[in-house]
């Protein structure tokens, strides 16, 4: 068949589901697009950073490569979805796949097309869904900026240490507290810096994950910088909410709006004697009564520290709480507490009394990989996927080696 011949077809991320929450916006779907960005972090940046990883804290030479990577992607992806005439991004992304010592940062969402049309390019970009968007939009939240927030960290020789030391005898470890709650915050601070760039008022969807990264890791929040009339007062100072967009759609209809994404954190040790004791009764059947009074303690510390952050933002509630526990090796275990919260605003409301059954139905995954496929792509998975926190002597152990490999290659630069 003559190439010349055939009629272009348009390709599409957006689901039937999606399609049809597009169209009672008066919008329709257009092609996918796509923006990438491969870097290298270089000898003399891996210099730097293996030290900085060594002592602890931010790594700033990672966050800023991995902040330049996404967001080059991210532009590309948009000049892209320009070159289709989008009026906006809907399900805009930020990967990261592993290609040998090279990475690349990867941007996918799909282009809209409906009013407001301009040739200067997309008018808007969001993380969310076509029916998420359909529930911001309906919520009265009108969107503007794919955003996000990123930190890349290390808990250090340095902490680990000092942890250590602290984690001989039982109760919180507030050196690891201290560096997990400030790289969280570090980067809610960053995504809302995105939003007041913007124009905006709102980060709304925020989702958080946390990936390995070099004997590192990095912390990611991606979210929607939107508006809402009510909340003209936030401008210096946007809302952050981490609920889902068909919640956020339910609190709004409920009279609530939400004011900021709170997290409580807490890191505790079993301590040495009571570690000893846990292991004699683990032998034995029944109830550890250590281990149990430490889980309890270390989630009490992190609801506590949840409902301050609550109470200083002048919140009536806080919903969608989501808790974590993580085993950080070596006796310590993390809790993490994450929710929104919330207050009552008169004179808010969603613009229908109800939502579609469409804006609520989840698409079903219909292509699957088998565990051995997952197993031997596992160095090239992205941030997008949850990875588990590792423990604090494993994190000394990529510390070292990443020490180790720069000395070496400082000593041959010299002969």
């Not at 009764?281 to 281990?291: A, H, K, P, W």
């Not at 806080?318 to 605003?345: N, P, Q, R, S």
Request: hydrophobic share 40%.
């Amino acid at each position: 068949m003559n190439s010349e011949n055939k009629t272009p077809i348009q390709v599409t991320g957006l689901s039937g589901n999606e399609i049809f929450c597009l169209d009672k916006m008066k919008m329709k779907p257009g092609h996918l697009c796509v923006g990438n960005s491969v870097f290298s972090l270089g000898l003399a940046k891996s210099l730097t950073s293996g030290l900085k990883v060594l002592s602890g804290g931010e790594i700033p030479e990672f966050t800023k490569m991995i902040h330049e990577g996404r967001a080059n992607a991210y532009a590309r992806m948009a000049a892209e979805a320009k070159h289709y005439g989008g009026t906006g991004i809907t399900g805009a992304s930020s990967e990261l796949v592993n290609h040998g010592t090279n990475i690349e940062f990867l941007s996918i969402g799909s282009v809209v097309q409906g009013p407001g049309m301009q040739s200067g390019g997309p008018t808007f970009s969001t993380c969310a869904t076509a029916q998420e968007l359909y529930c911001q939009v309906d919520a009265g939240f009108e969107p503007k900026e794919f955003v996000f927030g990123n930190v890349a960290y290390s808990i250090g020789v340095g902490g680990n240490i000092g942890g250590f030391l602290s984690s001989m005898k039982r109760g919180e470890v507030l050196e690891f507290s201290r560096v997990f709650d400030q790289t969280r915050h570090l980067a809610l601070n960053r995504i809302t810096a995105e939003a007041i760039r913007c124009g905006a008022n709102a980060v709304i969807g925020i989702e958080t994950t946390i990936t390995p990264f070099m004997g590192a890791q990095e912390m990611l929040m991606i979210g929607t910088a939107s508006s809402h009339p009510l909340l003209g007062n936030y401008a210096s100072n946007p809302v952050t909410s981490d609920m889902t967009n068909d919640e956020l759609w339910n609190m709004v209809s409920l009279g609530f709006l939400p004011l900021r994404l709170v997290m409580g954190v807490s890191v505790y040790s079993l301590g040495l004697a009571g570690g000893i004791k846990a292991a004699f009764q683990s032998l034995g059947r029944g109830e550890i009564e250590t281990m149990t009074k430490l889980i309890y303690e270390a989630r009490e510390k992190a609801l506590e520290r949840i409902q301050d952050d609550a109470r200083k933002w002048g919140a009536d509630e806080v919903v969608g709480v989501k808790t974590h526990v993580y085993d950080l090796g070596g006796g310590l275990i993390e809790f993490l507490a994450i929710g929104t919260a919330v207050k009552k605003v008169a004179g808010v409301s969603t613009k229908s009394p109800a939502l579609p059954p469409q804006a609520l139905i989840r698409d079903r995954d219909t292509f699957f990989e088998s565990e051995g496929m997952v197993a031997n792509l596992a160095s090239g998975k992205t941030a997008s996927a949850s990875v588990s926190q590792r423990g604090p002597m494993r994190m000394i152990g990529a510390a070292l080696l990443i020490a180790f490999y720069v000395l070496i290659a400082v000593l041959k630069t010299r002969h």
